[in-house]
């Protein structure tokens, strides 16, 4: 059968990671979480001190930076996922902070960051076979993918389960925190300048505020299998 390729975009914390890598797992697919890569250049401007004390990003040193920043994905064997690596080092629990995360959307925004991570993206799915999650995958990375999905949830339900997940790794955090940040990285998401969040008007919607996980796992493969009419 020949090889499409999905694309899974929506807000933050919906689930679109756990669905695409569980899809990928079952039909052989290669699994890229392009926010991931958002998230490793992110980690990279803290470690580098390129967060400015106002908490502005120097643009400056960063573009003149990003011919050093190298991400990679290994598949963990032991879990089946694969973990991110900047410069060679695994950085899959750092990128996952709340530090992290609140600072990544600014960095998402920069054109010079997007155009440099959206062409290793399209390089990664040239061949097909690939489920790619993102917020602009459908849109920008691959405007012509076969099946583009769009997921969304109430930002209280996409709080409440990164808080049970953050909680259940042992870091600590508050409800309000996690919800302020999902609702402020929908907001900069959507309203930047360059390939903002939104539906491509092929994708199709679901809203999984009332579905299990293993639910919405079975709702893709039937798109899948929709769509490749198997
Ligand atoms: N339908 C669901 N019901 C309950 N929990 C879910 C559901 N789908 C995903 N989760 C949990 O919600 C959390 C966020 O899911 P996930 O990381 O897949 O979201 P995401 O959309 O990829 O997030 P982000 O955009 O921030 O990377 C995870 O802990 C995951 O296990
Ligand atoms: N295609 C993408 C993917 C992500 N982003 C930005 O990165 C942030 C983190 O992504 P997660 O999927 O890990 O939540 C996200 O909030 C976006 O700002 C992006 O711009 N484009």
């Not at 020949?2 to 039909?27: Q, R, V």
């Not at 600590?172 to 491509?200: C, G, M, W, Y």
């Amino acid at each position: 059968m020949n090889k499409i390729i999905i694309a899974i975009d929506g807000f933050s914390s919906c689930g679109k990671s756990t669905m695409a890598k569980d899809l990928a797992k079952e039909i052989g697919y290669i699994y890229i979480d392009s926010g991931a890569m958002y998230r490793a250049v992110t980690l990279y401007c803290i470690e580098h001190g390129l967060f400015l004390a106002d908490g502005s990003i120097d643009e400056d040193k960063l573009k003149q930076q990003m011919s050093n920043i190298h991400i990679s994905f290994r598949l963990d064997t032991e879990s089946g996922r694969p973990r991110t690596f900047l410069n060679g080092t695994d950085v899959e629990n750092q990128i996952r902070t709340l530090e992290v995360s609140s600072h990544v959307s600014p960095v998402a925004a920069l054109g010079f960051v997007r155009e440099a991570l959206v062409r290793q993206q399209q390089e990664l799915g040239k061949e097909k076979g690939i489920v790619m999650d993102g917020r602009d995958i459908g849109t920008a990375v691959f405007p012509d993918a076969e099946l583009k999905i769009f997921v969304t949830a109430s930002a209280e339900i996409r709080a409440q389960r990164r808080y049970d997940e953050l909680k259940a790794k042992g870091q600590e955090a508050s409800f309000e925190d996690i919800l302020h940040n999902v609702e402020e990285r929908d907001r900069i998401d959507q309203t930047r300048e360059v390939s903002p969040l939104r539906k491509a008007d092929d994708a199709i919607l679901l809203d999984n505020s009332n579905m299990t996980i293993a639910e919405q796992k079975e709702w893709l493969m039937n798109q899948y299998l929709q769509a490749t009419h198997a």
